[in-house]
Every structure is written in structure tokens, then in C-alpha cells.
């Protein structure tokens, strides 16, 4: 099935983008590329975003856990829909990156990022692409639920 498909693949890739750069990267390295809008360079986040709750692990470990189980029973819910596409992408691409982070917290105890972007506002943060599957799949839910309320 497609969905467990991309839930798996996220999860794959990303073990590997982090495998990657963790070992690739040291701390305080950068790499631009694309004429310097992306920035390549290691990050531990011991926290949620932007190091949020980094000082209750055993704490940010319940929610994450907690979030999933909710994410994964709506996403099992939508694949029994008919059509609701966007929506069963959503859960989809949720479910794959916070399964991902969840992984790296268990594992490691913080989550590996590795990108960054030149836009002064934002160049300080640094994220993996689990964080934009996170975000994606909560923009799309977001749209799917705004249709379904018109």
C-alpha cells in the first residue's frame, strides 16, 4: 500500500540523511550550497522545536509517543475513506517524520538536523527533512479539514 509506502520510505531516507551528515559534518562546519541558500551544517536538537521542553526529555518522550498514537489512528482511519486523498497524504507524511525524530530520541537522545537556510530570519534554525514532512503533512491537514468544514 502506497501510504505505509511513504511512511516507511521517510523514516529510511532519513536514517540515512542523518547516518550521513552526522558522520559527514563536524560541529561549527558549514557548507552552502545552492549558491548559498541552503547551508548544510550538524545540529543536536535535545529538545522539540527550536530545542523546546529540552529539559524534560522523559517528558517530550510521552508526548511525541502520544502524538503518534493519535496520528496513527486517524491515518488508519483515513485509508478506510474513499477518496480523502490530501488527508491520507497528510497522516502520511506526519506519521513518517515524527516517527523519524521519535526514532533519534530513542536512539540517541536528540534529533540529528542538518540543513539551514540563508534567509537571515530563519538561518539559525536548522532542520532535517522530517521536520518539513511534519510540516507539509500539517499544512495539508489543515486544507483538508478547512474543505471539509465549507
Given at each position: 500500500?502506497?501510504?505505509?509506502?511513504?511512511?516507511?520510505?521517510?523514516?529510511?531516507?532519513?536514517?540515512?540523511?542523518?547516518?550521513?551528515?552526522?558522520?559527514?559534518?563536524?560541529?561549527?562546519?558549514?557548507?552552502?550550497?545552492?549558491?548559498?541558500k541552503?547551508?548544510?551544517?550538524?545540529?543536536?536538537?535535545?529538545?522539540?522545536?527550536?530545542?523546546?521542553?529540552?529539559?524534560y526529555?522523559?517528558?517530550?518522550?510521552?508526548?511525541?509517543?502520544g502524538?503518534?498514537?493519535?496520528?496513527?489512528?486517524?491515518?488508519?482511519?483515513?485509508?478506510?475513506?474513499?477518496?480523502?486523498?490530501?488527508?491520507?497524504?497528510?497522516?502520511?507524511?506526519?506519521?513518517?517524520?515524527?516517527?523519524?525524530?521519535?526514532?533519534?530520541?530513542?536512539?540517541?537522545?536528540?534529533?540529528?538536523?542538518?540543513?539551514?537556510?540563508?534567509?537571515?530570519?530563519?538561518?539559525?534554525?536548522?532542520?532535517?527533512?522530517?521536520?518539513?514532512?511534519?510540516?507539509?503533512g500539517?499544512?495539508?491537514?489543515?486544507?483538508?479539514?478547512?474543505?471539509?468544514?465549507?
Open positions: 500500500m502506497i501510504w505505509i509506502g511513504i511512511v516507511i520510505g521517510i523514516v529510511v531516507i532519513e536514517w540515512f540523511l542523518k547516518a550521513h551528515f552526522d558522520k559527514k559534518l563536524k560541529f561549527g562546519e558549514t557548507i552552502e550550497i545552492g549558491k548559498g541552503i547551508i548544510l551544517k550538524k545540529y543536536y536538537n535535545k529538545g522539540a522545536a527550536l530545542d523546546s521542553f529540552e529539559t526529555p522523559k517528558q517530550l518522550l510521552l508526548v511525541t509517543g502524538m503518534i498514537g493519535v496520528i496513527l489512528y486517524l491515518w488508519k482511519k483515513a485509508i478506510g475513506m474513499q477518496g480523502e486523498y490530501v488527508r491520507k497524504i497528510a497522516f502520511s507524511l506526519l506519521l513518517g517524520g515524527a516517527i523519524s525524530n521519535l526514532l533519534d530520541r530513542l536512539t540517541k537522545h536528540y534529533v540529528v538536523d542538518y540543513f539551514s537556510f540563508s534567509w537571515k530570519k530563519i538561518r539559525h534554525i536548522v532542520f532535517n527533512i522530517a521536520d518539513f514532512c511534519i510540516f507539509i500539517s499544512f495539508l491537514f489543515l486544507l483538508a479539514s478547512l474543505k471539509e468544514k465549507k
